[in-house]
């Protein structure tokens, strides 16, 4: 198969994985598994070595999402809960200190948008383990990153994949109106 049907296909599992981890089906981390896997190879084959290495990241997320979503019981992981407003402040600072140090280290080994490329990775790593913990907040997170992976896929000319982001932007939206209103219940 071409790289572009192998970026449609990751899409759809991945637009898949979105709409089943908006209604808490546990078999939103087996799409997300596929649709990484893909993606590894994909984002390799246009230089961004830091978006193939996240989906490395995410396939072991997916076993990680998986074993959370499937053990049971209220324990924060497995019920939505909310992160204190000091909580996100240190793990923003955090992300921003990783990217720009990831984005250093790799700035001179040909990698295309080094900084922006560290940033979505390091951004999406923590937001990964929030979706897999069920912490709401997540969906605001994954906002900014969607904006800023939409312009950083049409630079490397991925349009499906800067599609699939814009769409998980509007996604994103709906995942928390819906995980708030579950947690109010």
Known sequence: MELLTWE??????AVAYLLLAMGEHVLCW????????????????????MESALNV??????????????RGGD???????????????????AVLILTAVVGSLISGTGAA????????????????FM??????????YW?????????????????STAGLFALYVVLAVVGFVQWRRRRAV
């Open 143 to 159: 906002i900014v990153i969607d904006v800023i992976s939409i312009w950083l896929y049409l630079d490397r000319g991925l349009e």
């Open 30 to 49: 087996v799409a997300a598994f596929l649709s990484t896997a893909i993606y590894t190879v994909v984002f390799w084959n246009v230089s961004l070595v």
């Open 57 to 70: 990241f995410y396939m072991g997320m997916a076993v990680y999402g998986w074993m959370q979503w499937t």
């Open 75 to 93: 324990e924060p992981g497995v019920a939505i809960h909310t992160w204190s407003g000091w909580t996100h402040v240190r793990v923003i600072a």
């Open 8 to 13: 449609n296909l990751a899409v759809v599992l």
């Open 113 to 128: 948008r080094p900084y922006v490329d560290s940033f979505t990775t390091v951004a999406s790593v923590v937001t990964t």
């Open 131 to 140: 979706v897999a913990r069920k912490v709401l907040e997540n969906w605001l």
